[in-house]
């Protein structure tokens, strides 16, 4: 059984300080038997980062359309996982107001760390929360799961801008806020499967002192480094933009 001490070493393990900013990817699963279950994770999430941020993503990209345009930030749920579902709800947690890949947060100025998703029309824009992960040289942890589901990777691809990442068309979303007010968010979606590839980062990542490996509970974790990760594969796409796609991969094959 894994208790918010025992965590809270694991965490000390990892590099981790009390005033960081982390995003986290995660796998309940992984973790194994955790005191209090998933309530009892989160909450040492939030105690042992008392002097700094928390947030998860909270995508709903695959329920939120052109056939189903509205977003609730009370009521759509996220399809992240069981951790970010729980967390989003968790008193003094916030969301942010993009339609398609919002983030939740806790802690540190996380009012202003959300505000102004809902702006812009990419998931993530470079002003938005997930540029802010870079601005504030977060760590995002790979909690039981690989670096494959590194959003923010898209949104270096967004601010090159990689060519294709975009589609040409806006979708026409509605979000309705915290206090039921709506707004019209037209927004534009990610086009092409290059998540697929994110992998062949790893050592790259290691080798530019971006991203360190450790446990926490049963779960291995990646920790990566947002603006070393950011600055690595930025350097990269300016040498070759379409690194990330099929037609850039499978020639190298």
């Known amino acids: 059984m894994h208790t918010r001490q025992s965590l809270f070493h694991d965490l000390q393990e990892l590099g981790l300080r009390s005033s960081d900013t982390v995003l986290i990817h995660s796998s309940m699963k992984s973790l194994g038997k955790i005191e209090n279950g998933a309530e009892g994770f989160l909450q040492s999430l939030t105690a042992y980062f008392a002097d700094g941020l928390v947030a998860f993503p909270t995508l709903s990209w695959d329920l939120v359309n052109g056939r189903q345009p509205v977003f609730s930030v009370r009521d759509t749920p996220c399809t992240t996982g069981l951790l970010p579902e729980l967390f989003r709800k968790m008193p003094g947690v916030k969301r942010s107001l993009h339609p398609t890949h919002s983030i939740a947060a806790w802690g540190k100025d996380a009012e202003d760390f959300l505000s102004g998703h809902e702006k812009f029309d990419s998931p993530c824009h470079r002003n938005s929360p997930w540029g802010k992960l870079y601005d504030r040289q977060a760590k995002i942890l790979f909690v039981g ?109």
């Open 145 to 253: 799961t690989t670096i494959s589901c590194n959003t923010f990777l898209h949104g270096v691809e967004e601010w090159l801008p990689v060519p294709g990442m975009l589609t040409e068309y806006a979708e026409d979303l509605v979000v309705f806020d915290y206090d039921g007010n709506r707004i019209e968010v037209p927004s534009r979606r990610h086009d092409g499967d290059h998540s697929q590839y994110y992998k062949v980062m790893l050592e790259q990542f290691r080798e530019c002192g971006a991203l360190s490996e450790g446990r926490l509970g049963d779960a291995r974790v990646f920790v990566l480094d947002a603006k070393k990760s950011g600055d690595c594969t930025f350097g990269l796409l300016q040498k070759n933009p379409l690194f990330f796609t099929d037609e850039f991969q499978k020639r190298g094959e």
